[in-house]
Structures are given as C-alpha cells and as structure tokens.
C-alpha cells in the first residue's frame, strides 16, 4: 500500500495515513482504506486510525483532482463513500488518533471511528464544504448530525468554521484531549478495554448504532455524490477549488 499503512498490535489494528505530510486524500487512498477496512473486519478486534503530525489530514488532493474528468470524479467519491461507510460499520471499536489538523476529507475520515482523542496543542477540525460551494458528502453529514445532534451539525455545516480541540471536546467532536506524545497510547488503551468484553454483545450494540446511517448511505449514495460532482464541475466553485489548490 502506498497511502496508507497498517501494522498489527496483538490483535488490534493500527491504520495509520502516510501520504506526504498534508495526507491528502486521493482515488488511491480510498481504495486502498477499502482494502484496509476487509482486513481489519477480518481478522482484529479493534481499530486505532491515526494519520500525521501536522495534518491529520488536509483533505481532497486538490491538484490532483482538479485534472480529472467528471465520470472519474464520481468514480473516486463512490469508492471513497464506501471505505467511509466500511470502516464506520466495522464490527469491532474504533478509535480514531487525531495529533494534527482534520479538516475537510480529513475530518470526514475522523468521524469513521466510535471515539476520536486529540493531542493537546493547537489542531483545527471541521467541515469547510460550504465555503468551497459543495455540500459536505452524505455520509460525513449524517455521522455528524449523529455524533453531536442536529443543532451543533448545522452550525458546523452551515458555517463552514473550523475549530479548536478544546472547542470540538465541548460540542462532542472529540472525547478526550492528552498530551501529544500520549495520543496513540490513550487510544490503544480505550479500544483495547471495549475488545477485551465479548465481541458478539458489541457487535449488536454497535450495529444498532450504525444501520439507520448506513442504510440511508447506501439508498442514496449515488444519487448524492452525483449531485456533488455537478457541483464540483461548476465554474464558481472549480474557480474557488483552484486558489484553494495553492495551498497544497
């Protein structure tokens, strides 16, 4: 694998993003988190996703994407919503390792995981869609209303504002801020807690959790992304897409 990285801790999983230093997300990384997530499901009992330093990720790989066609656009987000939608439902516990910037596509991987727990200097998270004149994917934004109720959801989404840690822990983005260096090991600890119980009672409670989202991803996936990339060939937004292109 060329994106991304996945090693054994006994019999958990670490899923580690190891794409340069932004860890952009591209056709590649989304199908090799698909890859990821069957092995994972396969043979581990819990999951840690961690990504960089200094980004966890950045998000799209803007470069990149802004050279393809749009019936490759729509390939690359249908194989993206599904890695999203396969490691969301893994039957195991999950936590997602957060010590840089999750922002965009980035905070969308964030959010897979049942827990996220974040390093204690200064990272920014949050969905800038709107700014960008795209709705955040359909996954990203029914596992948001999900995680911290549609009102926080809205401000997030409607405003497009990244925030601070210290901010995502009060509304429930995060659940737990450490110290950089005790990021990994914080979340070992509480995956490694819940896959030590039986796993066929965790199993259920967690299904119970995820499959009102993930039916209605999998009912109207495609009809959403496909209103996505017509929105992302649009001349306003591929003119913002292009100055934000830059930064990359």
């Known amino acids: ?17 190891q794409h340069g230093v932004t860890n952009a997300i591209n056709p590649e990384m989304a199908q090799e988190l698909t890859q990821a997530a069957q092995e994972i499901k396969r043979n581990f009992r819990g999951m840690v996703f961690s990504g960089g330093e200094k980004f966890f990720s950045m998000g799209f790989d803007l470069p990149f994407l802004l050279k393809i066609t749009q019936e490759e656009m729509l390939a690359f987000l249908n194989t993206l919503s599904d ?8 039957p195991l516990p999950t936590v997602t390792a957060i010590k840089g910037h999750a922002v965009a596509g980035g905070q ?5 995981s049942d827990w996220r727990i974040a390093g204690s200097k200064r990272i920014l998270m949050g969905l800038n869609e709107v700014k960008l004149g795209v709705p ?10 999900q995680l911290l109720g549609d009102r926080q959801a809205t401000e997030m989404l409607f405003t497009g504002e990244f925030v601070s840690t210290d901010k995502a822990l009060l509304t429930g983005l995060v659940d737990q801020i450490v110290p950089d260096h005790e990021v990994d090991q914080a979340a070992f600890e509480r995956v490694s807690k819940v896959a030590a119980m039986p796993q066929d009672g965790f199993k259920e409670i967690k299904a ?3 499959e009102m989202v993930a039916d209605l991803c999998r009912k109207y996936q495609n009809e959403k992304n496909t209103r996505f990339v017509e929105l992302w060939f649009s001349a306003e937004t591929q003119a913002i897409l292009q100055k934000a292109a830059e930064k990359f």
């Open 1 to 17: 694998m060329n994106t991304i990285k996945l090693d054994a801790q006994g019999d958990l999983a670490l899923l580690k993003l």
């Open 83 to 90: 890695a999203i939608l396969d490691l969301y439902t893994l």
């Open 108 to 112: 969308i991987l964030a959010l897979v």
């Open 136 to 145: 955040v994917p359909f996954q990203a934004d029914l596992i948001l209303r």
């Open 208 to 210: 119970n959790r995820v």
